[in-house]
């Protein structure tokens, strides 16, 4: 059993910790719940060592223990997948794996050989198709993410801490990752699970321990409790989110995609996005919706001008022919992207919320011109603080300070500040609570009645069914179906998601 108790952690001022309790048992799923910024997180890397700092104390089968460094915690048997990964893009799978415990031949010389062959195996484990020499930054976000679980295999551990093991996993991925977690289960091993997702947490977890504001709510057992029940113990209110039953007609297209194909870098002869067409209206919200490798992302990214050389079609808006070739010129028309993966692509984490948010309408906040007006940059940050409910001690706090969902959050703020036309989200509520959940759809759902056209991507077939008007199917590089909102069920997204008809 790991038992933390009276566990206080502050970061300069801010409390992120206060008091917390917590037991977590062998042979189970212990799932930590709470809304964006809890302290989900920090709790999870003072038990593992990142965090040596804090006041209260921690057991480990009834004898105290203190980790002076992350290493640490991981000889004595506790690992951490973390929310954000913490993999090293420029080296290859293998050498992630074993950075810092690499094996050595009896010659005293790294042994390649070796790290190949376990890092095989442990790919074979997590179901990932790829060679071990691959280079991380060669992989999508989900990939890196099961790389991060089989690093986490490696030890051996007797305490396997997931932090958002699936907010960038699909249907399969997530199967295979569950049966692991029966495993590890079976083996006795306390495996420590967060998600955002209640329905995991439902299948999975055998506990649950609420945090809210960075202290413990509520605990108990899964079984005991409703997902309503447990809803409103993170929100400390109701929250209700329903299926979007508009029945109004967009006729008035604004982004018109014809023909799109994208080639595969990999095999020349194949297409990634082949033959998509189709239109989006002004006011309307479309979801994308696939499995992982469908072409999703892809398309969206092609739209946007990210693969000038490898695609091909023609690209609309409002009636006008654009050749988009570069994000820049997608931009220049109006149409903004919201990445899937911030941390790459979204965010600059070394600066603060403010220029984060202000960076995409730098010269419309300027003066005559000339110089940046430092009372309307901050007025437009505090507006977005204010509407997306961001939490953050201030303006001027670090990105990388934030909470995973509140790092989301900003990302969203910058780009609804350039008043897009055409607004594609990839993944948009990734890693965000229910609560704030809501709150997001709401916003994009009050973007859309201004008449900007919305494409949502989503691998989460409730979003869709929350926000869109009418979702796109798409399988291997195809739309494999188009449906209004009101004829799309589950069934009928699955059965287009996984059969070519
Ligand atoms: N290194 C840090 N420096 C300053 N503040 C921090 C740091 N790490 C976390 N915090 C603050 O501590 C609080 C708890 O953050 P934490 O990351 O633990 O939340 P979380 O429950 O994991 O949220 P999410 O669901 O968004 O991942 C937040 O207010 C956050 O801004
Ligand atoms: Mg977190």
């Known amino acids: 059993m790991l038992v933390a108790k009276n566990i206080t952690k502050k970061f300069s001022g801010v409390i992120a910790l206060h008091n917390v309790s917590l037991e977590l048992y062998p042979g189970e799923v212990n799932a930590i719940v709470g809304e ?3 302290g989900k997180s920090t709790l999870m890397k003072v038990l593992s060592g990142v965090h040596t700092q804090y006041d209260g104390d921690i057991f480990f089968y009834g004898e105290k223990v203190r980790f002076g460094s992350a290493k640490d915690a991981e000889r004595a048997g506790i690992a951490i997948i973390h929310q954000e990964l913490n ?27 070796q790290m190949r062959h376990q890092t095989k195996k442990l790919l074979q484990r997590v179901n990932l198709e790829m060679s071990p020499d691959t280079v991380i930054a060669a992989l999508k976000v989900g990939q890196q993410q099961l790389v991060e679980i089989a690093k986490a295999l490696y030890t051996n551990a007797e305490v396997i801490i997931m932090d958002e093991p699936t ?43 609420v945090l809210r504001d960075g202290a413990t709510i509520a605990s108990g057992k899964m079984k005991d409790i409703g997902q309503e029940e447990l809803i409103e113990k993170m929100a400390g209110r109701k929250v209700v989110i329903e299926k979007n039953v508009s029945d109004v007609i967009y006729n008035d297209p604004l982004l018109e995609v014809k023909n799109v194909y994208l080639k ?28 992982m490798g469908a072409g999703r992302t892809e398309l969206i990214e092609t739209i946007f001008g990210l693969h000038p050389k ?47 948010i202000s960076i995409t309408v730098l010269k419309q906040l300027e003066d ?40 989301q959050k900003i990302v969203i703020a910058k780009w609804l500040a350039k008043n897009p036309k055409v607004l594609l989200l990839d993944e948009p509520t990734r890693g965000i609570d229910v609560g704030a959940k809501s709150e997001i759809y709401k916003l994009i759902k009050e973007l859309a009645a201004t008449g900007v056209g919305i494409v949502v991507v989503s691998s989460e077939i409730p979003e869709i069914l929350a ?7 798409m399988c291997e590089g195809e739309i494999a179906a188009s449906m209004p909102i009101a004829e799309a ?9 996984i059969h070519k008809n």
């Open 167 to 209: 907010s960038a996993i699909t249907d399969k991925e997530v199967d295979n990752l569950f049966t692991i977690i029966d495993e590890l289960k079976a083996e006795g091993k306390i495996v420590v699970y967060i998600s955002h997702k209640l329905k995991e947490l439902f299948l999975k977890a055998d506990r649950y321990t």
């Open 310 to 356: 490898r695609s091909s079609g023609s690209i609309a808006v409002e009636g006008e022919q654009k050749k988009i070739r570069t994000p820049a010129r997608a931009i220049a028309s109006g149409i903004m992207l919201v990445p899937e993966d911030r941390k790459l692509q979204g965010l600059c984490l070394d600066l603060g919320v403010r220029p984060n």
């Open 36 to 38: 964006n910024g809890a």
């Open 368 to 407: 005559g011109g000339l110089f940046l007006n430092r009372k309307r940059e901050s007025d437009l940050t505090t507006g977005y603080i204010k509407q997306l409910n961001i939490k953050t001690a201030s303006q001027e706090t670090l990105s990388k300070k934030l909470s995973g969902g509140n790092q």
């Open 489 to 497: 069920s589950e069934a009928a997204m699955l059965t287009h998601a």
């Open 87 to 113: 993999l090293v893009p420029q080296l290859t799978i293998a050498e992630n794996i074993f950075l810092g415990r690499e094996l050595v031949s009896t010659w005293g010389t790294l042994d390649k050989t």
């Open 467 to 473: 926000l869109a008007n009418r979702v796109l199917v």
């Open 264 to 291: 595969n870098k990999e095999n020349a002869g194949s297409h990634l996005v082949n033959n998509a067409s189709f239109t989006l209206h002004k006011g309307e919200i479309l979801g994308l919706y696939g499995l």
